[in-house]
């Protein structure tokens, strides 16, 4: 186990659980396929699934952004040198997960893809429990009061 005052991780779990959450449900789909609605539905849903996707996109890219301007590191299995609380920060405490989560969720939806969407929820809750609360308790022993403060007042996700 690493030290958490020093890296929340030696596995880098947010885009391994993403990447095998998406290839799972693709390969359920082929094997196991849910039923999609067609017609006017299945527009609505695409254009819903490209609109998610296409946020979740736009918020990965202000999160990596955000990253670099503040001159820390993106990677999650890295320890943090700075506490992030403006751009997509303002509105979660992890907002490349949120965005990773959109991505996911609105690809099945935009390609009718339905085990996408649990998918994404399952990646969601897995990072949450091998990533996040670790990454919290480093955030908590590097700064302290700091990292207090802005938890309190901002969402773990978006609410």
């Given at each position: ?79 943090a040198t700075r506490l ?9 405490r992890n907002p490349i ?63």
């Amino acid at each position: 186990m690493p030290d958490l005052a020093e890296t929340p991780n030696t596995i880098p779990w947010p885009p391994l659980l993403f990447a095998g959450a998406t290839i799972l449900a693709l390969w359920l789909q082929h094997v196991v396929p849910l039923p999609w609605p067609g017609g006017a539905w299945a527009a609505v849903l695409a254009m819903a699934g490209v609109f998610l996707a296409a946020a979740g996109i736009a918020l990965d890219l202000a999160t990596m952004l955000a990253f670099r301007r503040h001159r820390t590191t993106v990677l999650p299995n890295r320890g943090a040198t700075r506490l992030i609380t403006d751009g997509p920060f303002r509105f979660s405490r992890n907002p490349i997960y949120v965005g990773n989560t959109l991505l996911v969720a609105g690809a099945g939806l935009a390609f009718g893809i339905a085990w996408l969407v649990p998918a994404a929820l399952a990646a969601a809750f897995a990072t949450r429990k091998l990533a996040i609360e670790r990454e919290e308790r480093h955030l908590a022993l590097r700064f302290g009061q700091e990292w207090t403060t802005y938890a309190a007042r901002t969402p773990r996700w978006l609410i």
